[in-house]
């Protein structure tokens, strides 16, 4: 990618080591755009996405646009000829039709999952929470729809039993790096060709709250084992008790050919050294890994060693 003007939208730790391998393939990179800084934190002190840190170490120019409606923005940013490539990963900005047609190769996108399953705002956890084998990367031309456009090129891992969301994001940033690596230059060239999705295989994956942690012990515990490992590190699940208290659930592990005794979905058939065990719809969901309010996360037996559950179920 040698004499090759790539310019770069991300903004979170993704995304960071797609631009770290562009740099190194030695393009010249004339633009980084990403998002405005934020609060975040206790203080919530204005701080500057990853992105933005990663192309300040190497000197790149950074833009943190509002919007991106404004077609003289490149000349404001100072740029006089328009770059060869966009390459996009987890930007959150919309790209308006002449952005996309900003670029003499047009823009490309490097998507978490493998389209066209589970377009989106959150491919990650949905692919954890559908139990599905096995997710990737997807190099995707960009066109006006969400995450619509031909496939360039695609990698793929294995989603094993106990991949948390956070455990993916990590696996699937490195392999979007590499996949960087291996096909822009075909991109680039026209060497490699863009293949149409299959429409009828989209499926979705809407934006993630915090409210969709909350476990429900009527499901069967294999599901609320998918949402413990979908919602880790963010937004984390949790559950409430029957008399007030909130536990956050890191960790958990299903049964599910257990014995319930007939006991109702939520209630507390056993607390011991192994974890907690929780009737559900069908099996026994075992928290193994729990956070009370205020307090750091720990291993089950140490929360059971300060708290009571006697009398206790989950609502």
Known sequence: MQDRRIAFAGTPEFAVPTLEAIVAAGAEVPLVLTQPDRPAGRGRRLTPPPVKRAAEAHGLRVEQPERLRDPSLPAAWGLEQPPDLLV???????????LLAWPRAGCVNIHASLLPRWRGAAPIQHAILAGDA???VSLMRMDKGLDTG??????????GPEDTAGDLHDRLARL???LAAEALPGVLDGSLEAVPQDERAATYAPKIDKADARLDFRRPADELARRVRAYHPWPVAFAELSDGRTLRV????????ADTGGAPPGRII?????GIDVATGRGVLRLTRVQP?????MAAEAYLAAHRLEGCEFV
């Open 88 to 98: 996009v990963v987890a930007y959150g900005l919309l790209l308006p039709d002449w």
């Open 176 to 178: 979007g790096a590499e």
């Open 134 to 136: 096995v997710t990737g």
């Open 250 to 257: 890191h960790a958990a592990k299903a049964l599910p050919d």
């Open 293 to 297: 309010p205020s307090s750091r996360p």
């Open 150 to 159: 031909p496939i360039y090129a695609q990698r793929s891992t294995p989603i």
């Open 270 to 274: 056993a607390a011991a050294r192994a």
